[in-house]
């Protein structure tokens, strides 16, 4: 309903791109839930729901961009597995 599409994708898929996470957290606030900004730099573009996406300015080529957004508990949820099994 609302074509979408994304209601409708394999629940693998649809968890891969779940948004907001971050495995490098930055400065947050101390409200109550806090409003945090995350470091992760990425290569080619942010995340589609991200609504200020920078590029860095030491960026290589492909460009590394970072979403600027402060988002409640942006840093709850890692992205990566791998940046898990680091903490």
């Known amino acids: 309903m609302g074509g ?3 209601e409708e994708q ?3 898929a649809k968890a ?3 948004w907001p996470c971050c495995d490098n957290c930055g400065a947050c606030t101390r409200s109550i839930p806090p409003q945090c900004q995350c470091m ?3 290569r080619g573009r942010c995340h589609p729901a991200s609504r ?3 590029k860095s300015a030491l960026s290589v080529n492909p460009p590394v961009y ?3 957004d402060r988002i409640p508990n942006f840093c709850q949820r890692r992205c990566n ?3 898990v099994a680091a903490h």
């Open 4 to 6: 979408h599409g994304d």
């Open 10 to 12: 394999a629940p693998a």
């Open 16 to 18: 891969r791109r779940e």
């Open 40 to 42: 992760d730099a990425v």
């Open 52 to 54: 200020n996406c920078v």
């Open 66 to 68: 970072q979403c600027m």
């Open 81 to 83: 597995a791998v940046a």
